[in-house]
């Protein structure tokens, strides 16, 4: 009876917070960055399954994770889970430190044979995002089971109830069945172990500015997606990036690639939106010039370099017009730009997530 009335006291707040959201008009908002500038930077990455070969474009071998693994422990390297991460960067963290976050979406039992062993053996931490409607269902792992990876310290993140494609809804629609959704699972986690979840991963990684506001006001202190980049003191903390490591992205040498790479210096961009409007659609970017060499420049979609790169001169900095030659196919796609540092220490990666609604899953 406790756990229920906790629930309707967390979905009155939630429908209260959603009404409000729903009557702000986000796009005209300038968005600020939301943790002061500095030269703090942390890579995040996201796995899925371990030693299951049945879905190979998500899965990585133990043999490999323990690679990833073993590497930086050798480069010791600064793990911590991803509420250790954000507050590292808001206080007085030591901004020499390599800081990296490991993240374990939907909560599949191959984690506990396969992967949590090997993060007590090296000592390592994760944030593991499960959805609560799946907890105990073939191929995830039970509530017992997560109960004693987080008595291991893994810490365990809100990846929805149901994992839904929220985006398919539209207006309040959208809004109340996400804010039900969120409530539903933290009376779960609640019931089950006891504890709330500080942090919070899109399903799909799909997300727009309503979803951010929502979650920023439920009191989650970040959220990750899924486009592809590097933290730093001007990130966004509820749509921060990861590097996904599953099937050809996982391999070792990829793997070091990524934890050495720099954010790409952007000052501004436009459309900030994730969503879609027309096909094929256009990004600007605003990038400080003195940080990276621009002939250097490359823009690729799906691992190619099928871009239409335009160049600006601007007195707040280089802007650039990306837009892909083809029109977009998928439901997500990724526009990724990288160019390497004008002081030769790597390279610099950043990437803007496209949701096309009109394409169904």
């Given at each position: 009876m406790k756990?229920?009335?906790?629930t309707n006291w967390l979905r009155a707040i939630l429908l209260i917070i959603l009404l409000g959201a729903y009557g702000m008009s986000i796009r005209a908002q300038s968005k600020p960055?939301?943790?002061?500038?500095?030269?703090?930077?942390?890579?995040?990455?996201?796995y899925h399954r371990f030693d299951d070969k049945r879905y190979a474009s998500t899965n990585i071998s133990a043999s490999v994770f323990r690679s990833h693994m073993n590497y930086l422990k050798n480069e010791k390297c600064k793990i911590l889970t991803l509420s250790e991460a954000v507050h590292w960067m808001k206080t007085g963290g030591n901004s020499s430190d390599r800081v990296v976050i490991l993240t374990i979406d939907d909560g599949y039992k191959s984690f506990y044979t396969s992967g949590f062993p090997i993060l007590l053996e090296f000592g390592f931490k994760a944030t593991v995002f499960i959805n609560t409607n799946h907890v105990?269902?073939?191929?995830?792992?039970?509530?017992?089971q997560l109960r004693k990876i987080n008595e291991a310290g893994m810490e365990i993140g809100c990846h929805s109830h149901a994992h839904d494609h929220f985006l398919d809804l539209s207006g309040q629609e959208m809004l109340k069945a996400f804010a039900r959704d969120l409530s539903m699972f933290k009376g779960k986690?609640?019931?089950?172990?006891?504890?709330?979840?500080?942090?919070y991963s899109y399903p799909f990684g799909e997300f727009n500015e309503q979803l951010e506001l929502l979650i920023k006001n439920a009191g989650f202190s970040a959220a990750c997606a899924q486009n592809s980049g590097v933290i730093d003191q001007s990130s966004d903390l509820w749509s921060l990036p990861r590097y996904p490591m599953g099937g050809p992205y996982a391999?070792?040498?990829?793997?070091?690639?990524?934890v050495n790479m720099h954010p790409l210096p952007v000052k501004w961009e436009k459309p900030e939106s994730t969503i879609m409007t027309s096909n094929p659609p256009e990004l600007i970017l605003c990038l400080d010039h003195e940080v990276i060499d621009l002939d250097q420049l490359q823009c690729f979609i799906h691992g190619d370099k099928e871009c239409i790169i335009t160049f600006e001169e601007s007195i707040?900095?280089?802007v650039i017009k990306i837009?892909?030659?083809?029109?977009?196919?998928?439901?997500?796609?990724?526009?990724t730009i990288t160019a390497p540092r004008l002081d030769g220490k790597g390279w610099c990666w950043y990437s803007h997530l496209w949701i096309n609604t009109k394409v169904k899953e």
């Open positions: 756990t229920i009335q906790n960055p939301l943790i002061s500038p500095g030269d703090k930077e942390m890579v995040c990455f996201v105990g269902d073939k191929d995830y792992m039970s509530w017992e986690l609640k019931e089950k172990l006891g504890i709330q979840s500080k942090v391999s070792l040498i990829g793997f070091i690639d990524k707040e900095g280089q837009r892909s030659i083809n029109q977009l196919p998928n439901r997500r796609t990724l526009y």
